[in-house]
């Protein structure tokens, strides 16, 4: 096999077995890779209906076939499981260079099954695969435990671990890689707790073979270029890294401020992507192979906040900012430092204590509640304290580590979670911009922008402009970035790489180095397979069509101030349109026609 190494590693922790089985061509022509082919093994392998937090949930860490190459910004992989905060598939995606490296060693993935007695750690040397004991690491951050099991292993290996907010299962712990990338949302880190897998860390030193070098060659060449010409990837990425975001969407009125009461914030530009640049930035960092290097080496100097490590990113700048009503971009950062180093993914951290501070000002909680604590929005030093508290599942922060829409249920108030499908909204705003508030109310994993960024059309102009207010033409928008995203990720190349390229120089970088011809129509049918199989698991798991939709604030609440002052999302009408292109009856199920045409039936 080309691209693929051909080889799946399976791991028991609860009887010890470690097995390798050929990875199956078939699948791997039809799902791809990565997100694709991990999400087919892992519905064929676990009854959607199982707790998250059980044995029975199996972890997969899958590179794609163009990871490890020199494919432009294929340092990607993504963790499969079912996730223990939406009770959904979860396919969350880091960069850096564990993927590839899980390729050197060869391996196109590797699932992890069962759950071990005490804490262990999995140690993949090439060939040589052993479960070790973790208790030493047990307990540490994120930067520690890497430090620790490098010095043990090989100071150069690749490592993907959990903090202690994966150890005590907080809902929405994250698997940090590289110390600060992460397989953020969903709770991948939590399931990673149940297993006690307090590491994979990896060495490996085999080349990965690619089917046609000089079609690959070229094929490189164009991508490369056109990346690196693009403003967005090639000069906004790089120069400011994703916080540039911070004061378009602030522009387009569609920054979601307060809990998403207002789509405005005044002092964006307090913790936006030129100021992180001008003040914080030590420099930027990138991925395996990648040529915009959006990451941001940071630090903050005030001494109430100090520390150094990496971002924020955008989303973690808008919600610990304007979501809580905070533009202190020292707090911003230190929160996020903590973020990193405890494992927890920001967004949802930050809108669940948006939520709190929502819940707090409206009377629904307490300082009997928060232990004393009041938590205003605004409260810059409150929002820092209930971050750590919230990774150690201390105090008021063990109500918090269940995510905000478990927490405003637990007050009587769920309209206070801004949530779709129980995940929260990530950094734009719905009413705003309504294409992709059709994709957050259908998104697989809960509301995420990574499923099917709709941005790049209706606010960048990305690789064409579309009215972002208008509704009309978005079901068949929103399908179409679903889809070519879902077999994107499935590649294992960087999201970012679509600010350039797109499914045509994909697929011609799919074929070269697998030697199977994908056109465009393909490539795309792939990605529809793909979107239709998560759907399917979602469906015998835990929804119907009724969570299809968005938080009733997106709906009956307009935007208050700013260029989308009374703006409101028009989701329900643009659904029934979106169900007919899927192929979807109108409970939004895929209809027996459709499946058999994408070979799911
Ligand atoms: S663009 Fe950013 S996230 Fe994507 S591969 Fe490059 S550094 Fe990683």
């Known amino acids: 096999m080309n ?44 009854d959607p209906k199982i707790d998250p937090l059980s044995p029975a949930n199996k972890l997969i860490f899958a590179p794609g076939p163009l990871s490890g190459t020199m494919s432009p910004s294929t340092g990607r992989f993504d963790v499969v499981c079912k996730a223990p905060l939406t009770n959904l598939i979860a396919a969350s995606s880091s960069g850096g260079s564990f993927g590839p490296e899980l390729k050197f060693a060869g391996y196109d993935m590797v699932i992890i099954e069962g759950a071990a007695k005490k804490p262990v750690y999995l140690w993949i040397n090439d060939d040589v695969v052993e479960i070790r004991d973790a208790s030493s690491v047990w307990g540490k951050n994120v930067p520690d435990t890497t430090d620790e099991l490098r010095a043990v292993t090989d100071e150069d290996a690749k490592l993907a671990c959990i903090g202690p907010a994966g150890e005590k299962k907080v809902l929405f712990a994250s698997i940090m890689n590289e110390m600060n990338r992460a397989a953020g949302r ?28 000089e079609a690959f060659e070229k094929a490189v060449m164009v991508a490369r270029k056109k990346i690196s010409e693009h403003p967005v990837g090639g000069t906004g990425l790089r120069v400011y890294g994703t916080d540039v975001l911070t004061n378009i969407l602030n522009s387009v009125g569609s ?32 991925c395996f192979s990648c040529i915009i290097s959006c990451g941001r080496a940071t630090k903050v100097t005030n001494p109430k906040y100090a520390g150094e490590g990496e971002g924020p990113e955008y989303e973690s700048a808008w919600g610990f900012g304007s979501d809580c009503n905070i533009d202190d971009m020292d707090a911003i950062t230190k929160a996020n430092y903590i973020c990193n180093e405890l494992g927890l993914d920001t967004i949802t951290m930050a809108t669940t204590i948006a939520c709190a501070m929502d819940l707090y000002e409206s009377g629904y909680i307490t300082t009997k509640d928060t232990g004393g604590l009041a938590i205003q929005f605004g409260n810059a030093e409150t929002m820092v304290k209930l971050v750590e508290m ?48 059709l994709n957050f109310a259908t998104s697989n994993c809960g509301a995420a922008h990574v499923r099917g960024y709709t941005i790049s059309p209706e ?75 998560e759907r399917l698991f979602d469906l015998k798991s835990a929804i119907t069509s009724k969570d299809d939709c968005l938080p009733e604030r997106m709906m009956k609440e307009p935007i208050k101030t700013g260029p989308s002052k009374g703006d409101v999302s028009h989701v329900d009408k643009m659904m029934p349109e979106y169900y007919q292109l899927r192929g979807w009856d109108t409970k939004g199920i895929p209809t027996p026609e459709k499946l058999k045409d994408l070979s799911l039936a």
């Open 459 to 533: 606010v960048l102009g990305v690789p064409f402009k579309v009215d972002q207010h208008d509704t009309k033409g978005k079901p068949e928008l929103v399908i179409t970035f679903q889809n070519l995203t879902a077999a994107l990720d499935s590649t294992g190349a960087c999201l970012f790489t679509t600010f350039g390229i797109g499914a045509e120089e994909l697929a011609a970088l799919l074929s070269s180095v697998t030697g199977i011809q994908y056109s465009v129509d393909d490539f795309m049918k792939a990605g529809d397979r793909i979107w239709n199989l």
């Open 186 to 213: 969903s709770g991948t880190g939590a399931v990673m707790g149940s297993k006690m897998l307090k590491a994979i860390v990896v060495v490996g030193t085999k080349a990965i073979t690619v089917a046609d070098p």
């Open 255 to 286: 920054l979601p401020t307060r809990n998403f009461h207002d789509g405005y914030f005044a002092n964006a530009d307090k913790f936006g992507g030129e100021t992180l640049t001008a003040k914080y930035l030590i420099r930027p960092r990138g």
């Open 390 to 437: 919230t990774g150690n599942r201390e105090g008021f922060g063990d109500q918090l580590a269940e995510g905000s829409f478990r927490l405003a249920t637990r007050y009587g108030h769920v309209e206070f979670s801004m949530t779709t499908k129980m995940q929260e909204m990530p950094a734009y705003d719905p009413r705003g911009v309504q294409g992709i508030g």
């Open 3 to 46: 691209g693929w190494t051909g080889v799946i590693l399976r791991v028991n922790l609860t009887t010890g077995e470690i097995k390798k089985e050929p990875t199956n061509l078939q699948n791997a022509k039809l799902f791809i890779g990565a997100r694709g082919l991990a999400s087919k093994m892992l519905c064929d392998e676990i």
